[in-house]
């Protein structure tokens, strides 16, 4: 969830939309402006790279227009994605923003926004909402160029505890970290690490240089001056520490000797998860992390010192999944378990990350679930995938699975660049080492051809939808295609023909599993922009102004060669039809949202439009991934002897399953969480309605 926080507050993902910039506020527009017409940075502009581990993905600009505004341009290409824009704002004498204009394109189609302050009102305009209020604020834009947030950066620098008010609403402040000394074109120099808060949840790192003046954003996707990318670690790791040391202190206050006292749930409905039934008037004893009892309602007794929680009204679930969350950074794990994901796998994390964070959750220093992770291998190549382990060769790859099984993680997932002759020999060496084998399917390959090349799971439906797809879309699959192709030419393809048939046949006859991501292809599909996306609905008013306009309201894939919207919406219902056709033929489907983890809850109920019944669903984020993971003789369901990972929630799932959202209590490993206090932890401001 963090990186795409950070992405939508400083444009690491944002969105991408310009046109020419006009001293009046621009006319009404149905389409981006074009790059040509954007704006071009001159030779002598403060030059940005957009960086991260496996290489750069683009540029950003800043530089002074002759009649003194500052213009701004952000040009990138991440694995296909396009991101077009530039920027131009004037300040007031306060150094607070008088107006701005943002012009191009994004991921989410256009990027145009307007702010200006005139007669003592503040007005503003994106491509998904608009509003006014009286002026004396910093207007946080919705999108924009992400270095063009320096002004702001370096005023809540300056403003001490004072701090500084925000437009359309909030306040925000600056605490400071570590310095450090990096090394660079003009030598060596002093950077000081800095959190930003009041704007999302979660504090906002940023670094500042010797004058307390904007320098990084480090993080999954990093902004930082050209010339300084081998400062990249360095920094991330000064980070990460400061992070870590502030997220032990909120752990230490969970994972208490008091919370794992004795807990006894009473009068409550049980989710079973291992015959898939929910049972009324139940009793749950849990002691020394361990599920002690189970019984009817009024059959067990609390031992001393047990904590016994009245049960009416409520169902008590095991721990929930998410099969398809990658690790944030510690702000983000800690929204996972307020959430109630006691567990989950993480399909790409960095070597680094991934064993120092699990080291750091085995100690009690950091609050997150359970993981099993996996790590990206992709070949090099300008289109690799962003916290990838890149590879020249066979060779390559398979000591790259050698090194996985090394480090003691769960999984290898192959992506979009792989040379597809490398899947086999390297999918074999993951077998021999007992290693799980999932992926994108890589360009010019067929799901099919993957599965038979040694995949176990195929990640994200558009690939299971590959298969149906023309050459030129296959051949395609590390760009945008792997998004266009499917929203332009899905709805077309007949279900029961004899390719996708004969497909969904041999995938049910392998027990290939399938992660669909749904809730995904929901948003980029069905969305206009402007209302909240059914996934974050029940979280406006909680969580942040800035995600609400940014990333809640915001429209969906931009339309591509005369297609139009409701076309986009006729191959999503046909993605739901295909995941119905899939877990009616017996293909293990498991739950999981490649987001922030509060959108999973949507993902089950799309489950339940596809054909799943409640009870089906929410196998799919309990039993089922345990068991794919191995962990199905401990955790996954509640049953005697088995960990204490349980989620209380208000209301009957078995009848709404969004009541999954209402989280009233966390057990994870026996340690007994409230989930109002979680959440007021992770930032939230209340529960989800």
């Known amino acids: 969830m963090r990186s795409i926080l950070l992405a939508a507050m400083f444009a690491a993902v944002a969105p991408l939309a310009v046109q020419a910039h006009e001293a009046q506020a621009p006319a009404a527009r149905s389409s981006p402006v074009p790059k040509e017409q954007l704006l071009k940075p001159p030779a002598d502009a403060d030059h940005y790279v957009v960086v991260s581990e496996a290489g750069k993905h683009g540029d950003q600009w800043r530089w002074q227009l002759p009649d003194g505004r500052t213009a701004y341009r952000w040009s990138q290409e991440l694995r296909g994605w396009i991101t077009e824009m530039d920027q131009v704002q004037t300040l007031a004498p306060d150094g607070t923003v008088q107006a701005l204009e943002v012009r191009g394109v994004t991921l989410s189609g256009d990027a145009a926004e307007t702010f200006r302050v005139e007669n003592g009102r503040a007005t503003w305009k994106t491509a998904t909402d608009s509003g006014e209020a009286s002026a004396g604020g910093w207007y946080i834009p919705a999108g924009g160029v992400g270095i063009a947030n320096a002004p702001l950066i370096e005023k809540l620098a300056a403003a001490g505890d004072a701090g500084v008010d925000f437009l359309p609403s909030g306040k925000g402040r600056m605490s400071f970290g570590e310095t450090v000394t990096v090394q660079g074109p003009s030598g060596p120099k002093k950077l000081q690490l800095a959190f930003m808060r009041g704007i999302l949840p979660s504090p906002i790192p940023v670094w500042l240089d010797e004058n307390k003046r904007y320098f990084a954003s480090i993080d999954y996707i990093s902004t930082i001056p050209a010339g300084y990318e081998d400062a990249l670690k360095q920094l991330r790791d000064a980070q990460d520490r400061a992070t870590a040391a502030e997220v032990k202190s909120v752990a230490s206050r969970f994972l208490t000797t008091a919370a794992k006292a004795p807990v006894l749930f009473d009068n409550v409905q049980l989710f079973d998860a291992d015959k898939g039934v929910f049972l009324a008037a139940r009793a749950v004893l849990a002691q020394d992390g361990k599920i002690a009892a189970i019984g009817a309602a009024g059959s067990l007794k609390a031992p001393a010192g047990a904590r016994t929680i009245d049960g009416r009204g409520k169902t008590l679930v095991p721990g929930i999944w998410d099969s398809h969350l990658h690790i944030g950074d510690d702000w983000s794990v800690l929204s996972n378990v307020a959430n109630g994901i006691t567990s989950f796998r993480s399909p790409g994390t960095t070597f680094d990350r991934a064993v120092e964070a699990t080291k750091r959750r085995a100690s009690g220093d950091l609050l997150m679930g359970e993981p099993f992770i996996s790590v990206i291998i992709d070949k090099k190549d300008p289109l690799a995938a962003q916290g990838a382990e890149v590879v ?162 915001s429209g969906g894939y931009p339309l591509v060669d005369g297609f139009t919207r409701d076309d986009y919406r006729a191959s999503y219902a046909k993605m739901v039809q295909l995941v119905g056709k899939l877990h009616k033929a017996g293909v293990p489907i498991l739950g999981g949202t490649d987001g922030w983890g509060i959108e999973l809850i949507r993902e089950l109920e799309i489950y339940q439009q596809a054909g799943f019944t409640p009870a089906e669903a929410l196998q799919s984020v309990t039993i089922l991934p345990a068991r794919v993971v191995g962990a199905d003789k401990r955790t996954g369901s509640i049953a005697v002897g088995k960990e204490a990972d349980m989620v209380l929630v208000d209301g009957d799932p078995s009848k709404e399953i969004g009541a999954l959202r209402r989280v009233l209590t966390v057990v994870s490993d026996g340690y007994v969480m409230d989930g109002d206090e979680l959440r007021k932890a992770a930032g939230y401001s209340g529960r989800p309605k």
């Not at 999932?438 to 051809?449: D, I, N």
């Not at 030419?489 to 399938?514: E, H, Q, S, W, Y």
């Open 392 to 553: 020249s060769s066979q060779e390559e790859a398979i000591a790259t699975v050698r090194r996985i099984k090394d480090a003691g993680l769960w999984g290898v997932k192959f992506y979009t660049s792989m040379n597809p002759a490398w899947i086999a020999p390297a999918a074999a060496e993951a077998h021999r080492l007992g290693l799980h084998v999932h992926g994108h399917v890589p360009a010019t390959m067929k799901p099919s051809e993957a599965v038979a090349a040694g995949y176990d799971e195929l990640t994200h439906l558009n690939f299971v939808v590959m298969e149906s797809m023309p050459k030129e879309v296959i051949d395609k699959a590390n760009t945008r295609q792997r998004m266009e192709g499917p929203a332009r030419l899905f709805k077309d393809v007949d279900l029961d023909g004899p390719l996708m048939t004969n497909f969904i046949a041999d995938l049910a006859r392998r027990k290939t599993l399938v992660d669909p991501t749904l809730v995904i292809f929901e948003g980029f599909l069905t969305q206009d922009g402007g209302k909240p996306h059914p996934a974050y609905a029940p979280y406006m008013g909680i969580i942040s102004p800035v995600l609400e306009r940014s990333q809640f309201t």
